[in-house]
Nanobody, 115 residues
Framework: QVQVVESGGGLVQPGGSLRLSCASS????????MDWYRQAAGKQRELVAT???????NYADSVKGRFAISMDNAKRMGNLQMNSLKPEDTAVYYC?????????WGQGTQVTVSS
């Protein structure tokens, strides 16, 4: 059974950095794109960044210049590097791995930016 797990979340001070990871396991499958979403308390889920297996990336305006998304095609693993974090970045972050069969979502990891 395929599983997707996020890791790397936690508490960080404003201006700090965190690196989130998205790892897949189980039956071998092709991941052709990965997405990161986030959902703050009381707000709707929003798309943060997207990367394709060909290296094409897209970012929400709110994180451009601060976040960097990447994926490893062979390892079927992705990362979201978050720099210059702000309190408004506080949210649960979710990874979505897209395959020819279906999308696979992780359970989410909490990121809290506070002094």
């Amino acid at each position: 059974q395929v599983q997707v797990v996020e890791s790397g979340g936690g508490l960080v001070q404003p201006g700090g950095s965190l690196r989130l990871s998205c790892a897949s396991s189980g039956t071998v499958f092709r991941v052709y794109a990965m997405d990161w979403y986030r959902q703050a308390a009381g707000k709707q889920r929003e798309l943060v960044a997207t990367v394709t297996s060909g290296g094409i990336t897209n970012y929400a305006d709110s994180v451009k210049g601060r976040f960097a998304i990447s994926m490893d095609n062979a390892k079927r693993m992705g990362n979201l590097q978050m720099n210059s974090l702000k309190p408004e970045d506080t949210a649960v972050y979710y990874c979505n791995a897209r395959t020819p069969i279906r999308d696979y979502w992780g359970q989410g990891t909490q990121v809290t930016v506070s002094s």
